[in-house]
């Protein structure tokens, strides 16, 4: 009898702990996964994320959870999971020239303040009008050069001339100021500057030319194209086999199988590049806004690099901003929404300025100009010369196609001609 | 029931966890993804509907598959047919008792041991022209040859992958020269055979099935390289060093078509799998001969 009621006790006891722990919490918090990539985005959206949980996050409910996928390869994983309607993940990483891909797994976001962004980049995040993702950082490229060399150039104007005849058969005056340049310019700087033809050069090439078969550097090579005043597509109709695009081609071409760059620079990216100029082997580059730190602080280049706009009569950069935006198929899309609000404030984007990042609000630019100089430039060359291709939702896909493509005569395999109907025919099947 | 009768069911029992293993780890994904290239499966578009045939007929009329197929099977069979005469070498060389062998030994299977990403990776640096190792060295000695030169670079990924496999031949021919019996090096330097003949008349016979292995399973490593040329070169210039393995990985995860890039995958399996009867009539073969 004894043993009997003992036994009883001990079940009501179990199934008291038992139903305790099973019963929902009504403090609990909501856990929100957010994908991001490792690297200094990720590591600046940690001390948000933290910053979050212990004091809003307690306040809304939400505990923010960051899985951070391998840089390389985020965006083919989460390409996976959208194609499987996951409900794994409620916060996507994603990127201006990613969002029309991903737009239909992506539910719109409300309340984003305009204002606050530098616009190319939040308009940059829009698909069919709708804001599909919140700005992070905001890249763009500039035109890198060394300040010693380029002012060394008025003192040699006749070899500088005749080297441009020589090379570019073209009656050419050195052009001191980068900001002003035409390609042309920078086509006569780099000569001048190549062992090859002027053996007085202190850099054995005068151009890092990014060539490799890479979407990214699709995205460098659209500043000549723009610069030159041509564009992709033209009233919607694919617009590479033109006199100008073919110019744009032949920009790089020129660059290549002139020798103004390194024959291996057909392989080269975003690394090579910076390497190629702090090793001092090569003078000027068109380069992405992020390489400035490392190139004022290193090697040749160290407080001697210049910051211009790329070159061409009606200068543009490319510009676009790295984003988050929310899963269409997350169960947590309150709880996501309240996070994603906090992210879109000032504050939140000052950690992440302060902790590494490159956001892509104005007013906290400003404030970071003096840890990094380049900041100023960002801001007026987003505004005055920024520019997105907005080729709609396979947008991605063309970047990959024209590297692809175009990659062949960058790199003087191939000539324009050979390469800029192929290009057009590219677009035109990715635009069905 | 027979004892033959009984001895077959037993054998299906006892093989059936492997099997069902296998069902679920090999034959559903390969169902998965041939269902997937039957489909309109893009990501750009939200819906996915069947198409039939249609990814494999659009497959069949994309050049860039087919370079990317010219290109992997000069690679796969280049690459393969330099590691197994280097590494039948190397598995000579080592046949020996010499000074030093243990150590050296254990060095020249460290390649075998790193990832090929790491690899690539490494390459990519200690090959840079500005910053690394061997360009630095070939300034050093008055070379201008360019590593990454669009004329040079498939020589420079055949060298690449060597360095990295020809550790793998050597291991395997190195295993097999071991279980040679050493009778037969005696009868035949009793009758008079020198080097050379004993090396082509007895020794590679009687390894010709270890050989074939060896080189067939080089082969469709080879035909899968995927990350050390994604890494080095992205497969271009254009399409010019783009492998099959890249060719899926574009379509799928930079283009978005599933559908197109799993028909792909497919066309693949049925490029490598007559390579696998030779496999294993060799492998039989061998076996018989150990015998």
């Known amino acids: 009898m004894r043993l009997k009621k003992t036994s009883i006790a001990l079940a009501t006891a179990l199934s008291l702990v038992v139903g305790l722990a099973v019963l929902p919490n009504a403090n609990a918090a909501t856990t929100v996964k957010m994908v991001l990539w490792p690297g200094p985005e990720g590591d600046a959206m940690q001390k948000v994320v933290d910053a979050y949980n212990s004091s809003q996050g307690k306040k809304d409910g939400v505990n923010v959870k960051m899985i951070l996928l391998s840089r390389d390869n985020t965006f083919a994983k989460e390409?996976?999971?959208?194609k499987a309607k996951s409900s794994e993940y409620d916060i996507y990483f994603t990127a201006s020239y990613l969002v029309g891909q991903h737009a239909p797994y992506l539910s719109d976001l409300k309340g984003v303040k305009d204002s606050l962004y530098l616009k190319a980049s939040v308009n940059s995040l829009k698909v069919a009008g709708k804001q599909k993702a919140l700005p992070l950082d905001t890249s763009l490229h500039f035109m890198y050069y060394?300040?010693?060399?380029?002012?060394?150039?008025?003192?040699?104007?006749?070899?500088?001339?005749?080297?441009?005849?020589?090379?570019?058969?073209?009656?050419?005056?050195?052009?001191?100021?980068?900001?002003?340049?035409?390609w042309d310019d920078a086509l006569a700087t780099a000569a001048y500057f190549t062992q090859k033809y002027n053996p007085e050069s202190p850099t054995k090439y005068g151009y890092a030319l990014p060539a490799k078969n890479l979407l990214y550097n699709t995205m460098i090579w659209n500043d000549v194209l723009w610069g030159l005043g041509g564009n992709w597509l033209k009233n919607g109709k694919p617009n590479l086999n033109t006199p100008t695009g073919k110019a744009a081609i032949d920009v790089y071409n020129t660059i290549y199988t002139k020798g103004l760059t390194s024959p291996d620079s057909s392989q080269w990216e975003y690394a090579e590049t910076n390497a190629a100029l702090t090793s001092g082997n090569a003078a000027i580059a068109l380069q992405w806004n992020a390489a400035y730190s490392e190139l004022s602080t290193t090697g040749a280049t160290k407080d001697q690099v210049g910051i211009a706009p790329p070159p061409g009569k009606g200068q543009r950069t490319h510009v676009h901003a790295l984003a988050v935006?929310?899963?269409k198929f997350s169960k947590n899309?309150?709880?996501?929404?309240?996070?994603?609000?906090?992210?879109a404030t000032v504050p939140a984007m000052r950690t992440y300025a302060t902790a590494g990042g490159v956001p892509s609000m104005p007013t906290i630019l400003k404030g970071m100009v003096s840890k990094n100089a380049s900041f100023a430039n960002v801001i007026e060359y987003a505004g005055k010369f920024g520019y997105s291709a907005s080729a709609g939702p396979r947008e991605f896909d063309i970047y990959a196609a024209l590297a692809e493509v175009l990659s062949p005569a960058w790199s003087g395999q191939k000539t324009s001609a050979d390469v800029a109907a192929a290009a057009d025919e590219a677009i035109k099947k990715l635009q069905k | 029931m027979t004892f033959g009768k009984e001895r077959k069911i037993a054998g299906w029992l006892l093989s059936a966890p492997l099997l069902i293993l296998l069902a679920g780890l090999l034959v559903w994904p390969m169902y998965l993804g041939f269902q997937t290239s039957m489909t309109h499966d893009i990501l750009s578009d939200f819906e996915t509907y069947p198409v039939g045939l249609e990814n494999y007929k659009n497959l069949l009329m994309e050049p860039n598959f087919w370079s990317a197929i010219r290109f992997t099977l000069m690679f796969a069979f280049t690459a393969s047919i330099v590691e197994l005469i280097l590494g039948f070498a190397l598995a000579l060389m080592f046949d020996r008792v010499f000074p030093g062998k243990?150590?050296?030994?254990?060095?020249?299977?460290?390649?075998?041991?790193?990832?090929?990403?790491?690899?690539?990776v490494m390459f990519r640096l200690i090959l840079n022209e500005n910053i690394g190792v061997i360009p630095g060295f070939l300034k050093i000695i008055g070379s201008s040859y360019s590593i990454f030169d669009q004329n040079n670079i498939f020589l420079s990924l055949i060298v690449l992958d060597v360095i990295q496999f020809t550790a793998f031949t050597f291991l395997l021919t190195y295993s097999a020269l071991q279980n040679m019996p050493s009778e037969i090096y005696e009868a035949a330097a009793i009758d008079g055979a020198n080097k050379r003949q004993t090396l082509f008349r007895i020794t590679m016979p009687i390894l010709k099935p270890a050989l074939a292995i060896v080189f067939l399973l080089r082969i469709l490593d080879s035909i899968r390289t995927f990350d050390s040329i994604y890494i080095l070169t992205g497969g271009g210039p254009g399409t010019s060093t783009q492998t099959v393995g890249i060719y899926i990985y574009k379509t799928a995860f930079i283009y978005g078509d599933f559908?197109?890039?799993?028909?792909?995958?497919?066309?693949?399996?049925?490029?490598?799998a007559p390579f696998m009867p030779f496999i294993i009539k060799q492998f039989n073969l061998g076996t018989e001969r150990s015998k």
């Open chain 1, 79 to 82: 390409a996976a999971l959208m």
């Open chain 1, 146 to 182: 060394r300040k010693d060399l380029i002012s060394s150039l008025s003192a040699n104007a006749a070899k500088y001339t005749s080297i441009a005849k020589t090379v570019l058969g073209k009656d050419l005056k050195p052009n001191t100021d980068p900001a002003t340049w035409t």
């Open chain 1, 325 to 327: 935006g929310l899963n």
């Open chain 1, 333 to 343: 899309q309150a709880a996501s929404a309240k996070w994603m609000a906090h992210l």
């Open chain 2, 102 to 120: 243990k150590i050296l030994f254990s060095l020249m299977l460290i390649p075998i041991m790193i990832a090929p990403s790491l690899m690539a």
């Open chain 2, 259 to 272: 559908g197109l890039a799993a028909s792909a995958a497919i066309v693949l399996v049925f490029i490598l």
